[in-house]
């Protein structure tokens, strides 16, 4: 019990990274309008992040559910979320938790979706194929990485993990794409 | 590598686009209702990364593999099987003062990106920082140019090998690739300390007409020696010290370079009144986005500075409503007319500190 406490405290902790703080002591918090203007900011500038993570991770339709799961969560918590100093990598760990139950039913997530008419993928259809053989963590990563020119300590800040294993899930990832499509290292 | 790297940003697009497609096709989530309960598996992302509990694991763990080496090596000796005493990877190499040491840079650093090996004379003492994106492979020799007879040592990024052997200098190697990707180039910095030891070296290289910021304290002098690239000539060398900003243009816009010397290590805490219409904030450490509320026809001035060395080129945006208004660079400020009243964002689009971002300060009047 006292763990847990001690975990919400964590996150309702003010975050020290300044421009951060600048966001959030700057929202007048009794004004509904200005609540909702800033979570829609969030929406449209930051949780984007988040759905490129999870498409990559669960596919597009897939993750795209877990995704407005998660930010229906967000709203619902917003009080506390928006004074999180990584709510991008709290809400990957709310949608993580979203889809326990599709897992519990052993539903297979399907890259890059599970109907597929929702992304096309006739451009390319062997690297989609290869990315599917790769581990969600290595997909997330090579696609964060080298599709989106994130940082790996971006990947590791939402993914929850060190930039060590973010930079290993990208070798190896990029390894095994390699092999798969027979290209020249 | 480069084709796959533009097949995987166009399947990116691709899946980037039926995302936004399907959101589109989604309710609001402020009209939607959650069920997700509370995640439990949100202690990782809090727990610090040194906690207690994990140096102490560690540690054990630490403990119990050097037993089992201890105990492997004592066995081999006893059956008198030969041992390798020899450190892999120690960070110390020899090499006498006044002697030439060249260092070579094979660097296999995403294959793709950086091929070439180069040589550097002249570094018999100092430290060695190796810069890259990758672990590269930086051997050592005494006197010979072309065949290694010393140790080799793979340095990953950010790693400093100490190679001191007179105590005179500190230098710094930084090896970095060009804008182009095709070749290595790299420039070789001492930083000459006056009073020794009471500074670290922080230094950051750049190629190809951009400008790096050597950060560094007062009274420091700083000497920076272009060392030889794919299609510079070898040896050039200027003094500069803390304050100036060196232009060198050598006809040649590959080898065009302009280095600014910063004292400004300090970051100041930010003192914004929210809420006010005239006022300065100050955004240290300013490295994703921050947001302040400004209403239409006022002036906005901005201006951007390094905290630390930094890649040229890093900007700050005035962003409303995901539309970039203008940008500002560490001497180039941005002054601009706000066109509309509501929340506004400084926007860093991306650090990347294997490139050599870092945060930056800005500093916000509005009147």
Not at chain 2, 48 to 60: E, F, H, I, Q, Y
């Amino acid at each position: 019990m006292a763990a847990t406490a001690l975990t919400k405290d964590r996150f309702r902790t003010l975050p020290r990274d300044p421009s951060v703080l600048a966001t959030v002591k700057m929202i007048d918090v009794s004004s509904p309008s200005a609540i909702e203007a800033e979570f829609s900011a969030f929406v449209t500038l930051r949780a984007v992040r988040l759905r490129r993570v999870l498409c990559a991770h669960y596919g597009v339709d897939v993750g795209g559910d877990l995704h407005g799961e998660a930010l229906a969560y967000a709203w619902q918590h917003w009080e506390r979320v928006r004074t999180m100093a990584n709510p991008v990598g709290y809400l990957y760990r709310v949608a993580q938790s979203a889809s326990r139950p599709q897992r519990r039913w052993n539903t297979r997530h399907s890259f890059p979706a599970t109907m597929p008419e929702v992304v096309h993928t006739d451009s390319d259809p062997t690297l989609f194929a290869s990315l599917t053989t790769l581990s969600e963590h290595q997909r997330v990563s090579v696609l964060m990485v080298h599709g989106h020119g994130w940082s790996y300590a971006e990947v590791a800040d939402v993914l929850g993990v060190s930039v060590t294993a973010v930079t290993n899930h990208v070798h190896r990832g990029l390894a095994k794409l390699r092999t798969e499509l027979g290209a020249q290292p | 590598m480069n084709d796959l790297e533009a097949r995987l940003r166009q399947a990116a697009q691709q899946l980037d686009a039926a995302s936004a497609r399907y959101q589109a096709e989604q309710p609001s989530p402020m009209t939607r209702r959650s069920d997700v309960t509370e995640p439990t598996n949100v202690r990782s992302l809090t727990r610090p990364r040194w906690s207690t509990r994990s140096v102490l694991s560690s540690s054990a763990a630490g403990l119990m593999v050097a037993a089992a080496t201890l105990a492997v090596i004592v066995l081999a000796r006893r059956q008198g099987a030969p041992v390798n005493e020899t450190v892999p990877g120690a960070p110390s190499f020899s090499g006498a003062a006044g002697t030439t040491t060249t260092v070579y840079f094979t660097a296999d650093i995403k294959a793709d990106e950086v091929t070439s090996g180069m040589s550097l004379s002249s570094l018999a003492n100092g430290r060695y920082l190796i810069d890259t994106s990758g672990p590269v492979v930086v051997e050592f020799t005494n006197g010979r140019a072309t065949a290694p007879d010393g140790s080799t040592y793979r340095l990953q990024l950010g790693e400093i090998a100490d190679i001191d052997t007179d105590g005179l200098s500190d230098a710094a190697v930084i090896v970095t690739r060009s804008n182009d990707g095709a070749a290595v180039s790299s420039w070789l910095l001492f930083v000459e300390l006056n009073n020794r030891g009471a500074a670290e070296i922080n230094a950051h290289t750049v190629l190809g007409g951009a400008m790096g910021v050597y950060a560094t304290t007062d009274g420091q002098r700083i000497r920076v020696q272009r060392a030889r690239t794919d299609r510079c000539p070898e040896a050039e060398m200027q003094w500069w010290t803390v304050g100036d900003t060196v232009l060198q243009p050598t006809g040649d816009s590959s080898c065009v370079a302009s280095i600014a010397v910063t004292d400004s290590l300090t970051t100041k805490e930010f003192t914004f009144v929210p809420g006010t219409d005239v006022g300065i904030a100050t955004f240290s450490d300013l490295s994703g986005r921050a947001t302040f509320a400004a209403s239409a026809n006022q002036q906005l001035h901005l201006t951007v500075r390094y905290n630390s060395a930094s890649r040229p080129g890093q900007e700050v945006f005035v962003v409303i409503n995901g539309q970039r208004l203008g940008s500002a660079l560490p001497g180039r400020p941005l002054d601009l007319m706000l066109p509309a009243t509501g929340s506004y964002e400084l926007e860093v689009p991306r650090i990347d500190a294997s490139l050599g971002d870092r945060p930056l300060t800005a500093e916000l009047s509005i009147r």
